[in-house]
């Protein structure tokens, strides 16, 4: 009888220590624009593979969502890079979190992955629209070495994020909205014009008519589906 409470009570004591495991303080957050942040948490014991994502709760709410992980493999903390949706029920309860408070973690999640076993003899082209571009920071962290070009379209130049951290020979910035980036309209009419090794890998990430779009242009260009991998968030 002694035996079987023993036995109820390390299971109990087990599953504690699994539900508190999901959960992680908050230990920095980084404005990068007026509506964009990222969220800095310990890493722990959490392992993942570069272009994953999470699954992101906050600690007493019912709801989640996903975010790619930010930071590279081998970095201590673990980081999401979100944007605030004005109209969005989650985005804008993550823009509130301070350090200290506590959210739910979930993962990792997703076969959005570099082919480790491609990466010394490929090219990579990376295609983000916005905040599309967290796996691809994720990637280049982890593998400095790698042979890279990322393609980012985005509204204004200083939702540009973290630009300064990519090689400016390997990052090409597309704006929309004002002349300030290397393109001034869509990544897409850049990628149209360009020419590209015929291994390449491509990898893109952000809104579905961004990625239907790419697909396209893609295929006209004569590149097989599987040399395109695609995340879409919305
Ligand atoms: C695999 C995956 C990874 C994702 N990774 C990220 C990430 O790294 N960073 C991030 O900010 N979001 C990411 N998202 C989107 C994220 O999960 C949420 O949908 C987003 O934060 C909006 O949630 P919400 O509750 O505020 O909006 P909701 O109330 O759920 O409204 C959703 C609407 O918000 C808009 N929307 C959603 N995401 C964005 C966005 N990133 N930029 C602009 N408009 C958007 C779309 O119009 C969408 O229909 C990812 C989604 C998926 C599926």
Redesign the pocket.
């Known amino acids: 009888m002694q035996a079987k409470t023993h036995e109820r009570m390390t299971v109990e004591v087990k599953q504690a220590i699994k539900i508190d495991e999901r959960f992680y303080k908050v230990e920095e957050i980084r404005k990068l624009t007026e509506d964009?942040f990222s969220i800095r948490m310990p890493k722990g014991r959490f392992k993942f593979k570069a272009g994953q994502?999470i699954s992101l709760g906050i600690h007493g709410d019912y709801?989640s969502?996903?975010?790619?992980i930010?930071n590279g493999e081998n970095d201590e903390f673990l980081e999401?890079?979100?944007?605030?949706?004005k109209?969005?029920?989650?985005?804008?309860?993550?823009s509130n979190l301070k350090p200290g408070n506590l959210v739910e973690v979930n993962g990792p999640?997703?076969k959005?992955r570099v082919d480790e076993k491609k990466i010394d003899d490929h090219k990579f082209v990376f295609v983000a629209s916005?905040?599309?571009i967290?796996?691809f920071r994720s990637m280049v962290r982890t593998y400095p070495d790698m042979d890279y070009q990322i393609i980012h379209g985005v509204r204004y130049g200083y939702e540009a994020y973290d630009k300064n951290e990519y090689d400016p020979k390997r990052h090409v910035l597309c704006t929309t909205g004002d002349k300030s980036g290397d393109v001034h309209g869509r990544l897409t009419k850049y990628l149209k014009k360009e020419t590209f090794d015929k291994s390449t890998q491509f990898y893109l990430c952000?809104?579905s008519n961004m990625i239907f779009d790419a697909l396209e242009i893609l295929k006209k260009k004569g590149f097989d589906r599987d040399q395109v991998h695609c995340?879409?968030?919305?």
């Open positions: 964009t994502h709801q969502r996903e975010y790619s930010y999401v890079l979100v944007k605030e949706v109209d969005g029920y989650f985005s804008p309860k993550l999640f997703g959005f916005g905040t599309g967290a796996p952000g809104n995340e879409v968030y919305f």
